[in-house]
């Protein structure tokens, strides 16, 4: 008598999955997504990370060639020589060191825009693009700090960071800000600090 294969292991024959299998392989698919998400957040806080702090040294050189140029530290109008606001200021800045390479994208960081977006959507706006935070906001990403004029002053406070992140973009992560020296530090943010003292981000206490 010749002998026959079982058909189920005969070449080109197709068994069907059967549902333990079936569900093993979503489980795989689902492992594998999420990692790939979780991947790709970390990516992407790594890469605004990385635009936030060339935004700061690009600022932080434009001040150092304003205080060779100028011999002071940019002086902000004061109240008796015109009456500014919040957003007036913002301009003067930007017209300040527009002469030493820093134009109005170079305020807004990418961090800063995807907050702005998530709040803006869930509010049931519609988004914005980097170039269009200007009209959208009253403040920029990075803010400057006021010392005395002189060529010497900013210098003398070496505990004193010369530009700063305007709010917590980064999460956990901290305030970046930049030294005199160009060092570039992790400022805690207030929600660090509540958290280290026990207190509730939204009453402030214990």
């Known amino acids: 008598m010749k002998f026959r294969r079982p058909l189920a292991s005969r070449p080109g024959t197709r068994r069907a999955m059967t549902i333990p299998e079936l569900m093993v392989v979503l489980a795989i698919l689902a492992v594998l997504m999420t990692l790939g998400v979780n991947g790709y957040e970390t990516y992407l806080a790594k890469a605004e990370s990385v635009d936030s702090i060339n935004k700061l040294k690009s600022m932080h050189a434009a001040l150092m060639n304003y205080l060779v140029d100028k011999q002071t530290w940019p002086q902000e109008p004061e109240d008796d020589e015109a009456e500014l606001s919040e957003e007036a200021l913002w301009d003067w800045w930007k017209k300040e060191l527009q002469p030493y390479g820093i ?101 402030g206490k214990k």
């Open 103 to 203: 134009h109005d994208v170079d305020w807004y960081t990418n961090a800063h825009l995807r907050r702005l977006n998530r709040e803006m959507k869930d509010a049931g706006g519609k988004g914005v693009k980097l170039n269009e935070m200007k009209e959208a906001l009253s403040f920029p990403s990075i803010i400057p700090t006021s010392f005395p004029a002189g060529p010497t002053e900013p210098y003398r406070y070496r505990n004193q960071p010369w530009i700063s992140e305007t709010g917590e973009y980064h999460g956990d992560d901290g305030i970046y800000t930049i030294m005199p020296s160009g060092a570039i530090h992790k400022m805690r943010t207030m929600s660090q600090m509540n958290a280290a003292q026990g207190k509730s981000p939204q009453s």
